[in-house]
Nanobody, 121 residues
Framework: QVQLVESGGGLVQPGGSLRLSCVAS????????MGWYRQAPGKQRELVAA???????NYADSVKGRFTISRDNAKNTMYLQMNSLKPEDTAVYYC???????????????WGQGTQVTVSS
């Protein structure tokens, strides 16, 4: 069984910074891509940033230049450094692992439980 556990969320003032972490555990051989998604109240879940095992990244236009995604493949860990936070960044942030190769199982897609990020003065 694969588990994704996010941490690092919280309350921050506009202009502040937070760093989110996501650790994937289980009998994992490899993960093709990992990503951060967010969902604000009344809105659909949206991609924030994603990164492949080779380090190729993709960002939502709304976070380009403010957020940085990174990944430690050896530790199956992903990070999201969020700077210059805005109230509109307030949401539950979810970690996703795509095309996860696990012993004895087909390729799978997994989600974490989410961590709340609130940007408010």
């Amino acid at each position: 069984q694969v588990q994704l556990v996010e941490s690092g969320g919280g309350l921050v003032q506009p202009g502040g910074s937070l760093r989110l972490s996501c650790v994937a555990s289980g009998s994992i051989f490899s993960i093709y891509a990992m990503g951060w998604y967010r969902q604000a109240p009344g809105k659909q879940r949206e991609l924030v940033a994603a990164i492949t095992g080779g380090g190729r990244t993709n960002y939502a236009d709304s976070v380009k230049g403010r957020f940085t995604i990174s990944r430690d493949n050896a530790k199956n860990t992903m990070y999201l450094q969020m700077n210059s936070l805005k109230p509109e960044d307030t949401a539950v942030y979810y970690c996703n692992a795509d095309k996860v190769l696990v012993a004895g199982r087909p390729l799978g897609d997994y989600w974490g439980q989410g961590t709340q990020v609130t940007v408010s003065s």
